[in-house]
Each structure stands twice: as C-alpha cells, then as structure tokens.
C-alpha cells in the first residue's frame, strides 16, 4: 500500500476530526430535543436536515462559484476589455 504525503494525511486528519465533530453535535441536539419533549421522527427529521445541509452545502458553493466565475454570488464579468477606470 502506498504512503500518503504530508498533505494527504492532513486531509486525512481533518475529516476525521470533522465527522468527529458531527458525530458529538448530532448526539448533543438529540439528547437536547428529547428533553424538550420532541417526539423521535422529528427529532429524526431535524438530525437528517443536519446531515443534509452539511452533504450539500459544499456542493452548492462550490456550483455557484463555476457558475459565477468567482466567489459566490460575485456576477461575471460580460465585458472582455477592462472598463476604462
């Protein structure tokens, strides 16, 4: 099996740490909305949304910025000289 470079195992390490992350926030917003007397779907509802968001949340600003040419919501530049300034 190959090594992974430095840069590599950084990647590595830090969505390790993330999922971390996720796995400590979904177990804290249950436990939270259990004890406000939430009933299990919706707190099932609410934990999938979470999961939801985080899956598509890089997509969708990684396809407006290709689709913008810049950082989101920055508008594309129609002109291809500069504008005299």
């Known amino acids: 099996m190959a090594r992974l ?3 590599g195992r ?3 390490d830090a969505q390790g ?6 796995g400590c926030t979904s ?5 939270l ?6 009933s299990p779907l919706t707190t099932g509802l609410a934990l999938a ?8 949340g890089p997509c969708s600003s990684a396809a407006s910025r ?3 040419g810049g950082p989101a919501g920055t ?9 005299p300034g």
């Open 5 to 7: 470079s430095p840069a």
């Open 10 to 12: 950084h990647i590595i």
């Open 75 to 83: 508008p594309r530049s129609t002109s291809a000289s500069p504008e």
């Open 49 to 56: 949304c979470v999961v939801a968001g985080t899956a598509w």
């Open 27 to 31: 177990v804290l917003l249950s436990g």
């Open 66 to 68: 290709t689709a913008s």
């Open 33 to 38: 909305l259990a004890a406000r007397s939430y």
């Open 17 to 22: 740490l993330r999922t971390a992350g996720y």
